[in-house]
């Protein structure tokens, strides 16, 4: 008796027709069968949010024996649950996301709609990981993250993650150094709005701003990236800050 090919979902929030999801699945499909749902258009920025209220359209982009890729007008969040729910048969052994253009290092972590869409299937106790090019151009090369990429696949595949645990990767442009395992770097953004007048006479708004990272420790996320490495950061659904909750029992249970 055969083994069964491992069931691989992927998306992004780039996009179905990025090329960091193109790079990824092309690393995918000789390990398993791989499912795709990728959000129709560029859904970046939109962290974890859920579409309610409104319709959402799936589209068939391609369906072939070990390959199948969807498009929906809808948030990563969405495509996750879609996936899971509606378009595969069974639950998806890993999930993977990406590759993203553009950093999700630090606080740009919770903005992250690539790394929403790794916790939800964290959430789902799916091994899940996200990945990023610290690098907006979207023709920026991604060539020389790919063969880490394909390494840490390989290991996930090979040895799982632990139950609420999903992990948030990150490559540096230009040459890697190699890989180190840190945290999530503390930091801050300034936030900058262009403004520009219109005929109308009203005004519209453009989001800008510049990172401040205040974390000395190399393997703080940014700092190994800043340095040349690929980061791995282990994250989890779970925001409990567990160190305060006895501290924060004696506050408020007796008030």
Same mark, same amino acid.
């Given at each position: 008796m ?9 998306? #992004?929030d780039?996009?179905?027709?990025? @090329?960091?999801?193109k ?8 390990? /398993?069968?791989v499912v795709?749902?990728?959000?129709? =258009? ?14 959402l359209?799936? =589209? ?8 199948k890729?969807y498009?929906l ?14 378009v ?11 590759? #993203?253009? /553009? ?8 903005y ?11 959430a ?8 990023s ?11 020389g ?7 840490i ?6 040895n799982?993650l632990?139950?609420?645990v ?19 770097a ?6 900058e709005f262009?403004? =520009?007048?219109?005929? #109308? ?15 000395k #420790?190399?393997?703080?996320d940014?700092n ?9 950061v282990?994250?989890q ?5 567990? @160190?305060?909750?006895?501290q924060?029992?004696? @506050?408020?249970?007796?008030?």
């Open positions: 055969t083994n069964k090919k491992p069931l691989i979902f992927v998306t #992004n780039d996009g179905y027709k990025a @090329r960091g999801i790079l990824l699945v092309d690393i995918l499909k000789p390990m /398993g069968e795709v749902v990728a959000p129709q =258009t560029e859904m970046s920025g939109k962290s974890h949010s859920i579409t309610a209220g409104l319709p359209r799936l =589209t068939e982009i391609c369906i072939e024996d070990s390959y890729e498009a007008e809808g948030t990563p969040v969405d495509c996750v649950k879609m996936g899971f729910d509606n595969l048969k069974r639950r998806p052994d890993f999930l993977f996301a990406g590759i #993203n253009h /553009g950093a999700n290092t630090s606080i740009n972590t919770i992250s709609g690539t790394m929403a869409a790794a916790m939800e299937g964290c789902e106790n799916v091994p899940s990981v996200g990945f090019l610290c690098d907006n151009d979207k023709n920026a090369p991604l060539d993250c790919l063969p880490f990429v394909e390494k696949i390989k290991e996930v595949m090979t799982g632990n139950d609420g999903c992990l948030n990767v990150n490559f540096p442009t230009g040459k890697i150094k190699g890989i180190k395992v840190g945290h999530q503390k930091g801050y953004w300034t936030e262009d403004k =520009t007048e219109q005929q #109308n006479g009203s005004t519209i708004y453009w989001l800008g701003g510049e990172y401040h990272c205040t974390d #420790n190399p393997d703080a940014w190994a990236v800043s340095a040349g490495y690929a980061s791995v282990p994250m659904v779970d925001f409990t800050a567990w @160190r305060e909750l006895p924060t029992k004696q @506050r408020f249970e007796n008030l």
